[in-house]
Each structure stands twice: as C-alpha cells, then as structure tokens.
C-alpha cells in the first residue's frame, strides 16, 4: 500500500469545551487520542501531521441549518433560553444547553470542513477530525447530543466542489440526519452500520429505507442485533458496504467511526472489538479514494480514544502494531495504550447461542439489502 498523507485536525482550542459533568458525552476523547499518538511518535512528519481546525462561518453553517436554530444556539449557550428553543431540542438530557457550547459547535464543525478542504486542496489523503461525527443533527433541531451536522456540511462542501461522496458511518446509532439530508439526492449515498432501532435511539435505519426520487437506492441500512460480534459485523460489511462502495465509485469517501460500538460501552448493546473497525478501515482504504474521517459516539472514554488511535494508526500504515507476538495482547488485556500492541483489543469469543441467534438475524439483513438496494447499482 503506498504511503498515505494523513493530517489529524485537533488544537487547544477543541480542549477547552465540554458538556455538562452529568451528560455521558466527553470532548476531551480526542484529546486523549492524541496523547496516545503522540506518545507513539504517530503524529511526526509531513505525512502525518497535525492541522488546526478554522472555526465554521455562519454562512457556511447554514448551508444546511436554518438561521434561526443558530441564532436560538448561540442565544442558549448566553444564557437565554426561551420556548422556542426548546422546541429545536435544546435544554434536554441529550442535548443540554452549556456555556459556549455554540462556539464548540462552530470550532468542531470547522474541523470537518478543514478535514474537506485539505481534500479539495490535494493537500492530504486522508483527514481525520476525531471531535466530529454530529450526524443526528437536523436543519433546526438538536439532537443526540448533536447540535451542528458538521458531516452532513462537509459532505455539502465536497458536492459543491464537483466530488461525488459516499458516507459511511460505523457509528453505533443510525445516521438519521445525515440520511434525511440527502435522502432525495444522488451525489451523496449514505450508508449505516448501526444497532437496530428497535433495540437504540433514534430507532430508524431499517433496510426498507433506501431513499426517494432520485435518491432511491442511495440510502443504505445495515442495522445489527444487539450483542453482535466481529466475525458476523465485517461478514456483513464485506458482503453490502464493498460491493456497493465499488459500483457507487466515489471521489471522496466520509467515514464516521464511532466507537460506540465496541464492547463494553454504557449507552448501547454491541460487542465488537476494535479489530473489527480497523478491518473495516484496511477494506476502505483499499479502493485507493481519498477520505475524510470523524469521531462520532463513543462513551467508554478510554475505549474510543484507543480506537481512534488505532484507526489513525491503520490509516498511517501502521496495521496497529499487528505482528506475531503482539496481535490481540493488547487494549483491555494488558490495560495498557502506550505501545503499539496495546491499541489493540483481545478477542472476544461468542457463546453459541448468541453466536447462533446473532448470525440468523445478520444473514437476514444482508438479503434484505441485496434485495432492495442492489438492483440500484447493477449488482
């Protein structure tokens, strides 16, 4: 594989905002990320380098949100609160109001488009914005703990530019938000690997969602049943996310990784490791297109930001310090991140039961979205 410029966009800046104590959401997780690259000497050189994020202009925020759900944002985040905002999702559990949380939304969102420009600029291969991922966010409602649908602006901003996008997101939660922004459109296809809504928030992404009008088909679902495993979660990736990104053939690739799938962690039901997402990464990076990349949900603080690090890690080149001795030692077992062996998770092997209850359900996905999506794209 030849060499890939990557480019991590963080700053001190990302580093001073954070949710409320009692709100599971934690920014300072890419921040951790970073120290553990760092520490691994993963961010030295020009082809891996660190870029400062430009905070996103009002304009450019409005490409997609609607002028008064910023203005009531920016009002929340003073201190002044009124019905309507609440009505736009503000001041809830998901999305509580916080000091400045409008300037986060701003810094964060910019770090994606950042991530897009570097792109359109033939600047770098790749980039990564860990403190991105906002994908529940709608033209003028929060939601998720999302308040600035910073992929769904950075994929705006690609379109513009002439680039036919694909958006993937192996986040634990369907990207609701972004499916509805481009549900009628073509240029970008969004693709979801998520926990069934039957069983997570928002309860949507279903494999009858494909899409309307022109859109039909570009909307693609892989919902997984709770307590879903590696071994079943890539056989379905290889099985619909590959064939689909070869015949959609897209110029820029979105990829939301959240890691809120991974065992373990307190808000969903999912049982992967991180190896899983890291195949997955190795699988994209194949096609050879350049990516931007985001952070997304994640709520073990230690678990996301060591999964993060090993994508960055893949993205590099680096495989994850995959070799013989250290290859699976790692992560929970050894509870350590400072070599590259410790980014790394153990395996995690399935009961039978849920080995056999998990694989039933999954191979009923995958013919449900080769049956309803494939015919689209000639497949």
Not at 70 to 89: I, Y
Not at 288 to 313: D, E, F, M
Not at 356 to 369: G, R, T, Y
Request: with cysteine; net charge negative.
């Amino acid at each position: 594989m030849k060499s890939i410029r990557a480019a991590f966009i963080h700053s001190a800046d990302l580093e001073r905002y954070h949710y409320p104590p009692d709100c599971p959401f934690r920014t300072e997780r890419a921040a951790e990320a970073r120290r553990i690259l760092l520490s691994m000497g993963l961010l030295n050189g020009d082809s891996r380098r660190e870029v400062p994020p430009t905070p996103a202009s009002r304009e450019r925020m409005e490409t997609f949100h609607a002028p008064e759900y910023l203005e009531a944002l920016e009002d929340a985040a003073g201190g002044h609160m009124d019905v309507e905002g609440l009505w736009m999702g503000l001041g809830t559990p998901d999305c509580p109001v916080f000091r400045s949380m409008d300037k986060y939304a701003a810094l964060a969102c910019g770090a994606t488009v950042t991530a897009a420009e570097l792109i359109l600029d033939g600047e770098a291969d790749m980039a990564f914005n860990p403190s991105g991922g906002y994908h529940h966010a709608r033209p003028a409602e929060a939601s998720g703990f999302c308040y600035v649908n910073d992929v769904v602006i950075g994929c705006l901003r690609l379109v513009e530019a002439g680039r036919r996008v694909l958006f993937l997101d192996v986040d634990a939660h369907h990207g609701d938000g972004v499916q509805e922004a481009f549900y009628a459109r073509k240029d970008v296809m969004t693709v979801s690997l998520h926990e069934s809504g039957l069983t997570l928030f928002p309860g949507t992404g279903f494999p009858d969602e494909i899409g309307t009008g022109e859109g039909r088909g570009h909307a693609v679902n892989v919902p997984f049943p709770a307590d879903v495993f590696d071994e079943a979660y890539l056989r379905a990736f290889h099985a619909t996310v590959l064939p689909l990104i070869g015949a959609y053939d897209p110029d820029v690739i979105v990829l939301e990784l959240g890691m809120d799938g991974l065992s373990g962690d307190p808000l969903t039901h999912m049982s992967l490791t991180n190896n899983a997402y890291a195949d997955c990464i190795e699988a994209v990076l194949a096609f050879g297109k350049p990516i931007v990349a985001t952070g997304g949900g994640g709520y073990h603080v230690g678990n996301t930001a060591r999964g993060w690090a090993l994508a960055w890690s893949v993205f590099c080149g680096e495989k994850g310090g995959q070799d013989d001795l250290a290859a699976g030692l790692g992560g929970v077992m050894l509870e350590t991140t400072e070599w590259m062996g410790g980014l790394r998770d153990r395996a995690i092997v399935p009961a039978s039961r849920q080995r056999n209850e998990v694989e039933s359900a999954v191979d009923s996905v995958i013919e449900k979205v080769k049956a309803n999506v494939f015919p689209y794209h000639g497949l």
